[in-house]
C-alpha cells in the first residue's frame, strides 16, 4: 500500500508530454520533436486511412487518383490543420515560431488546393464543392471562426472521418453511390469514438497536474489513481483503433491494386 502511494506521486511529479507519440520533455532535439508531435502521425495515418478506404470501394480505382488524393489530404489535414490549431492557443507547447506556423499551413493548404485543381480536369467540376467545403471546413474548426461554434465533435466527426471518404469515393467515381454514403457514417462514427477517447487523454496529459484517489475493491484490496492508471486504457484504444483502421485501409489498397 505505502509503495503504491510513493508511486503514485512519482507518476504524478514528472510532466507528461503533450501526446503519447511525443517525446519527453527535454532540451534537446527541441526542434524535430516540436515538428513530430505537430504532424500527429497516428491520427494522421488513421485520417489518410479513410480517404483509401473511400478510394477503394468505388465502382472504378484508380492508382493516380488515390496518390494524389492522399498527398492533398497529408498536406491539408497532417500539416495544415494541425499547423492552423496549434497556432491558436498552443495546445502542444511547441516552440515553432508563429510565423513558421502559419507559412506551413498556408503553404499546404494551398498545395491541396493546387492539387485539386488539377484533379478538376479528370475528375470533373463536381470536385470544386469538395476542395471549396475542405478549406471551410479546415479553417473553421481549426481556427474555431464563427465563435467557435464549429469547433465541436459534430465538425470533427464530419470533417476528419466522413469527409475524406466522400471526398476520396468521389474522386474515383465522379459520383457519390450508397456505399460512400456507408463507409461516410462508419467512419464518422469512428471519428466520434476516437474525440471521446483523445479529448480525455489531452487534458489528462496537459491541463492535469496530479491525480488524488483510491480503487477500492470488494476483496479489500486498494490501488492508488494515477495519471498514466487513467490514460492507459484511454490510449491504448486510441493506438489499437488506429492500428485496426490502417489495417483495413491497407488491405483494401492490396486488393483492388492486386485484382485491377
Not at 32 to 54: E, R
Amino acid at each position: 500500500m505505502r509503495h503504491d502511494a510513493r508511486r503514485a506521486v512519482i507518476d504524478d511529479a514528472h510532466p507528461l508530454p503533450p501526446a503519447f507519440y511525443a517525446a519527453p520533455p527535454s532540451r534537446s532535439r527541441r526542434a524535430w520533436a516540436d515538428w513530430w508531435v505537430l504532424l500527429h502521425p497516428p491520427y494522421t495515418l488513421w485520417h489518410l486511412s479513410y480517404v483509401a478506404i473511400g478510394a477503394t470501394i468505388a465502382p472504378r480505382f484508380d492508382g493516380g487518383r488515390l496518390i494524389a488524393t492522399l498527398l492533398a489530404f497529408l498536406l491539408a489535414v497532417g500539416v495544415g490543420a494541425h499547423a492552423l490549431d496549434e497556432l491558436h492557443g498552443r495546445p502542444l507547447g511547441t516552440a515553432i515560431p508563429a510565423w513558421l506556423l502559419v507559412s506551413a499551413a498556408v503553404v499546404s493548404l494551398a498545395g491541396a488546393v493546387t492539387i485539386g485543381i488539377l484533379g478538376l480536369e479528370r475528375v470533373g467540376s463536381g470536385l470544386a464543392v469538395f476542395i471549396v467545403v475542405g478549406v471551410a471546413l479546415n479553417c473553421g474548426y481549426n481556427l474555431e471562426l464563427l465563435g467557435g461554434h464549429l469547433h465541436n465533435d459534430v465538425t470533427f466527426a464530419a470533417a476528419w472521418g466522413a469527409f475524406p471518404v466522400l471526398t476520396a469515393y468521389y474522386a474515383q467515381a465522379a459520383t457519390l453511390r450508397l456505399p460512400a454514403f456507408a463507409a461516410a457514417a462508419a467512419a464518422y462514427w469512428l471519428s466520434t469514438a476516437q474525440r471521446s477517447l483523445s479529448a480525455p487523454a489531452r487534458t489528462l496529459r496537459r491541463r492535469v497536474d496530479s491525480v488524488d484517489g483510491t480503487i477500492t475493491y470488494r476483496d479489500g484490496r486498494t490501488s492508488q489513481l494515477t495519471r498514466p492508471v487513467l490514460l492507459a486504457p484511454l490510449e491504448a484504444a486510441l493506438k489499437a483503433t488506429a492500428w485496426g483502421v490502417l489495417s483495413v485501409a491497407v488491405a483494401l489498397v492490396l486488393y483492388r491494386t492486386l485484382n485491377a
